[in-house]
């Protein structure tokens, strides 16, 4: 019998169609491996075992009554904990929140259930999306599958770490500088960011109204189209929804795979982003898989970005202003924790300091006041309002590059998978992490990272970040699609096929009813 | 250097409504300093003619027709409050008034 | 402070110049609320209307009213506002238990009307036209109700209890320039505006507009200004104001409360004070202070309002005539006198009365029925008078009067069926029997019967004595049951007497 975890979302949606495999036979095997290796890995906030087996037996149900179902009904998805779930605690990792089942669903967990696909539990991320490697997260941190000792990539790091253990073929994410593509580059898996307004943010505990998206996590860039056609489209309960009709992504993900796909296409190589100071490997191999570009018939055209250098100052900046308000929220009166004062008269002014207090992590903190600051008389003009005008460079900085090249490319992160600790206590050397995926949010444009490669100094992967002009994702899967089939055909695997086994716990055993 | 103080760090918490220890303020303050002092150079290109960008995509009028839809239920909107009273969410008493 | 402590009204302008302002609160009546499906009405249980949104639960996001927007836009032009081209909301950001997101949605410096003027006249004939600065669209706050201590005052409550039914139902904010030269019309004129934008949004339809159930509030700003100085005065922001006399007397409190303070050598401290309705007073609430730092940013969650010039004349052309205007066009076309036409204003008859009329009835009989018997039964029955009867039947029951069908008298029976419920008054009178008997032959009958149990007024009515005829009419209407026309009964006993001319 095959190892039905290793398969792609695309390779389980024809088992499934053809009823080779059941959807409880699918889903029980994930649920298996995530009791197995799940103590080691955490990717997992909250596994919702037996909603997810009633939920494939459902969808069994329906295909055996003859019911047409969608391509990825009946295949296991996992949620990122940002996302509102109306079965499942939904914590954004973040204490404040803990124990939190909100009394509806986001738009694209609605779409995700509506599609047949069938929700596993909530994935660990750093708290409240703030943060490069989980480390932030009150529920401990994640730990990447190809190094326990290592992170696994943030704010989205349990999603990555999901799909990259194979816990689950596909995954939610959310990415407001990075979240989505960081995470992909670190673990050897495929995250995208769509372009800003493709994928409904209702329902998306909010960071930065103005850069979040949610976007697919999945190993292939195949199945990150299907699930991106699932997840994308207008949605009138948010207002910054686009309104365009998109063409389906899986079609230009397979228009990627004809031959020829890459010939001719202007490759943008932007000077900024091209690796100066980054992880020797990194750069080792980008510049690698550029000459493989090039073999294949691109064109590789460098470009210059001037104003990206000015991109972290202003997302730390406009991330913790917008934070700082979105956060105002968490106030000890609908919903989340109440703290009272250690001492002193409890008043409902103490009672949300004090609550405030405990229930948000020191990064959290630290944006909020920074973006307090941020925002306060006298100091908008200079420090929120200057950092719009960024945007505002940024953005044309973009446009002049896309107006020479078809796509950009850029290394995903400047470094690989870092150890615990390591930047833990240094902000700004956490917040230099994203420089290669923040531009892409800021101007609102679309952004894939996918695995080209190991490190050789570390044996760890590195990511490919491509980026698309705005509204043209399509374009990404096609691009994407034609340069992991170009290495994955050089290497003769998969890069995640290259990973470590993970041996099970006893947790698998306790499970079984040994202990 | 930016001149942030640990007055004006305990002023944003308190604008902010976190109850910050002493220790937190002291901390935050250095922090909050650096970032300031690294983030500020924002103001070196964000000249008096270039126009500030608050949404990536550029849309206008977006509404939504005025239909009535389905509320929440009382009990679900209730359903997560640390405290209620019947109908109501209880909060611990107002001191300031607005 | 207490009332003998206030410097004497008078003294007080001989001493100082006032300066006013006013932020008027309007409440749309939209069906739902601004930013959310939920439905634009409390009154059922707590919490019933209330969603992700408007509840501020994690992931909830605003979606902007199209009616709310339009609404807006037309009580903007008719404050005579110029509406912007391009008008964004903002974030302000402050931490209260009724604000669900811990920050209202308001616009800040892109309101989406501006640079308007409102004309008012006062009773004296005065007109003062007012600078309207700016009308911005924001949300409203949920409702709380506090808890032991004092009934219903936050000082002192053990705790408080939250409705967010309230939360999110769309405002119009209307802010003033600084009115100066009121003199002492000063308290006249807060009253007189904010009754005229109450008659605008209730002429415009945009708000049910009545002010004991907050859809209209006032917040008053006074400050006073030496006599000869050219510096303002620390101003007071006076919140909640909420029926139109106590704008009136709240402005003149400060007036006199001010006056006194700074005559003393005291300095006004810049601070929102309450009203006190029952007292008349007003007390000292929150000082202004850096917490009023509310940290304005465009709300990145929707997008700007750019109204098209074409849709805002299409707007512009739905706009009804202007209230005053109204008046004065209705006051000449019915030739009411100053008094009887302020008598239908201020009972709130001025549609009521214009519809009968519309409807057929003489000017003069429509108001009178409207200002008396009907506004009597009203009263009695603690209802408004023009929710007591349509418009149409009463034109019908004056049309009734007129054709002699009906004495007042009896036309007083058949509205009362008519509100009972029993039909249109021509039912009513077929239903009660109530016509009044035209046919001779009873009412001689009658006569003649009076006459004899009063054998001597003929011949009082013979000498000259013809009101002694009034003796014989009311036995005679009596004995009909007020079923008779009382001019032909005269008529009838005035031939007997041999007198008629």
């Not at chain 1, 994930?30 to 290796?37: G, P, Q, S």
């Not at chain 3, 200002?371 to 603690?382: D, M, P, Q, Y």
């Amino acid at each position: 019998m095959t190892n039905l975890i290793k398969l792609s979302a695309a390779d389980l949606s024809g088992l499934l169609a053809d009823r080779s495999v059941s959807s409880v036979e699918v889903t029980r095997a994930h649920l298996d491996h995530i009791a197995a290796v799940d103590t080691d890995v955490h990717a997992f906030l909250h596994v919702a075992r037996d909603a997810a087996l009633a939920t494939a037996a459902r969808i069994d149900a329906r295909r055996a009554a003859g019911d047409v179902l969608g391509p990825l009904a009946g295949v296991p998805i996992a949620i990122k904990d940002v996302l509102a779930t109306q079965d499942m605690p939904s914590t954004a990792g973040s204490k404040i929140l803990e124990g939190w089942i909100p009394p509806y669903d986001a738009t694209v967990v609605r779409r995700v259930r509506d599609a047949g696909l069938i929700p596993l539990g909530k994935t660990n991320m750093d708290e409240f999306a703030m943060g490069s490697s989980t480390e932030f997260s009150a529920y401990g941190p994640t730990h990447n599958p190809w190094d326990l000792d290592r992170i696994p990539g943030g704010s989205g790091g349990g999603s990555a770490a999901a799909v990259s253990s194979f816990e689950a073929p596909l995954a939610l994410g959310s990415d407001t500088g990075g979240s989505i593509r960081q995470p992909a580059a670190v673990t050897g898996s495929v995250g995208v960011k769509p372009t800003y307004g493709g994928v409904s943010r209702y329902g998306s505990i909010a960071l930065a109204s103005s850069l979040d998206q949610v976007g697919p996590v999945t190993r292939t860039v195949y199945d990150a189209a299907l699930l991106h056609d699932v997840i994308g489209g207008h949605d009138p309960l948010d207002s910054t929804s686009l309104t365009d009709s998109w063409p389906s992504m899986a079609a230009a993900a397979r228009a990627g795979l004809a031959d020829g796909a890459l010939k001719g296409v202007r490759v943008g190589v932007i000077r900024e982003l091209a690796g100066e100071g980054f992880q020797p490997g990194v750069r080792q191999r980008f510049g690698e898989t550029l000459a493989l570009l090039a073999a294949a018939g691109a064109e590789i055209v460098q470009v210059s970005a001037p104003n990206f250098e000015y991109a972290i100052a202003a997302y730390y900046l406009i991330l913790p202003a917008e934070a700082s308000s979105n956060l105002a929220r968490f106030d000890s009166v609908r919903f989340g924790i109440r703290v009272n004062p250690a001492e002193g008269p409890l008043t409902s002014e103490r009672v949300m300091a004090a609550t405030r207090d405990a229930g948000f992590g020191p990064e959290v903190k630290r944006r909020i006041i920074l973006g307090t600051y941020a925002l306060s008389a006298g100091y908008y003009d200079a420090y929120y309002g200057s950092a719009q005008k960024v945007r505002t460079l940024i953005q044309r900085d973009f446009d002049a590059a896309f107006a020479q090249v078809d796509v950009l490319v850029s290394p995903s992160a400047p470094t690989t998978a870092f150890k615990f600790g390591e930047k833990m206590t240094d902000p700004m050397a956490m917040y230099l992490n994203d420089v290669t995926t923040i531009p892409a949010n800021l101007a609102g444009v679309p952004g894939m990272s996918l695995p080209m490669g190991l490190a050789p100094e570390d044996g760890l992967p590195v990511g490919l970040q491509i980026m698309a002009p705005a509204k043209l994702d399509a374009r990404l899967y096609t691009f994407g699609a034609a340069v992991e089939r170009l290495l994955e055909a050089t290497w003769g695997h998969t890069l995640l096929s290259q990973a470590p086994e993970l041996a099970p716990t006893e947790m698998f055993a306790s499970e079984e009813g040994v202990v | 250097m930016s001149e942030i103080t640990a007055e004006q760090v305990a002023h944003l918490a308190n604008l902010a409504r976190i109850d910050l220890s002493p220790e937190e303020i002291n901390r935050l303050t250095t922090e909050l300093g650096q970032i300031v002092d690294s983030v500020a150079k924002v103001a070196e290109v964000a000249t008096p003619d270039v126009p500030a960008t608050s949404h990536p995509m550029p849309l206008t009028n977006v509404f939504r027709p005025d239909t009535v839809v389905p509320s929440l239920t009382v009990e679900q909107a209730l359903s997560g409050a640390p405290d209620h009273d019947g109908d109501k969410f209880r909060v611990p008493a107002i001191l300031d008034e607005e | 402070m207490k009332k003998a402590e206030l410097m004497d009204y008078d003294k007080a302008l001989e001493l100082f110049e006032p300066v006013l302002g006013f932020e008027v609160h309007v409440e749309l009546n939209t069906k739902t609320k601004m930013f959310c499906g939920c439905a634009n009405e409390f009154g059922q249980g707590a919490n019933t209307n209330t969603c992700p949104t408007c509840l501020g639960l994690p992931g909830g996001l605003p979606q902007v009213n199209a009616k709310a927007i339009e609404s807006s836009i037309r009580l903007g032009l008719a404050l005579g506002c110029e509406i912007a081209e391009y008008s964004r909301f903002a974030r302000k950001n402050y931490f209260y238990p009724d604000t669900a997101k811990n920050f209202q949605t308001s616009q800040y410096d892109e309101p989406i009307a501006f640079n308007g003027q409102l004309t008012i006249e006062l009773e004296s004939g005065r007109l003062v036209t007012v600078d309207i600065e700016r009308a911005h669209m924001e949300d409203d706050a949920g409702k709380l109700t506090h808890v032991g201590g004092q009934a219903g005052r936050i000082q002192g409550a053990d705790y408080s209890l939250v409705d967010y039914n309230r939360g999110g139902v769309p405002l119009v904010e209307i802010v003033t320039r600084m009115i100066e030269g009121g003199e002492a019309d000063s308290p006249e004129i807060g009253r007189s505006y904010v009754a005229a934008i109450r008659e605008i949004v209730k002429g415009l339809g945009v708000s049910n507009a009545r002010m004991e159930e907050g859809n209209v509030r006032c917040d008053a700003n006074v400050s006073l200004r030496p006599r000869g100085s050219n510096i303002l005065g620390t101003r007071t922001e006076t919140k909640n104001v909420n029926s139109l006399r106590s704008v009136e007397r709240a402005v003149r409190y400060e007036i006199q409360r001010q006056a006194a303070l700074l005559a003393a050598g005291g300095t006004i401290t810049q601070e929102t004070r309450h009203w006190h309705e029952d007292t008349g007073i007003t007390s000292a609430g929150r000082p202004k202070s850096d917490a009023d730092d509310y940290r304005y940013f465009p709300e990145p969650d929707l997008v700007p309002v750019a109204p098209s010039r074409e849709w805002v004349e299409e707007l512009r052309a739905t706009l009804p005539e202007p209230p005053a205007a109204r008046r004065k066009r209705l006051q000449a076309d019915w030739g009411f006198a100053n008094l009887e036409f302020q008598d239908v204003v201020n009972s709130d008859l001025l549609d009521a009365v214009e519809a009968t009329i519309a409807a057929g009835a003489a000017a003069q009989a429509a108001r009178k029925w409207w200002t008396g018997e009907i506004a009597r039964l009203a009263n009695v029955a603690g209802v408004a008078a023009h929710s007591l009867v349509h418009p149409v039947q009463v034109a019908a029951l004056i049309e009734l009067v007129v054709a002699g069908t009906l004495t007042d008298r009896l036309a007083r029976q058949v509205l009362e069926g008519v509100i009972a419920g029993e039909g249109t008054p021509l039912e009513v009178v077929e239903l009660r029997g109530l016509a009044v008997v035209s046919d001779d032959g009873p009412l001689i009958a009658a006569i003649d019967e009076a006459l004899a149990a009063q054998p001597d007024v003929l011949a009082k009515i013979r000498v000259g004595k013809v009101q002694a005829a009034g003796a014989v009419i009311g036995a005679v209407m009596k004995a009909m049951r007020g079923q008779a026309d009382a001019a032909r009964v005269r008529e009838l006993v005035l031939e007997r007497a041999g007198t008629a001319q």
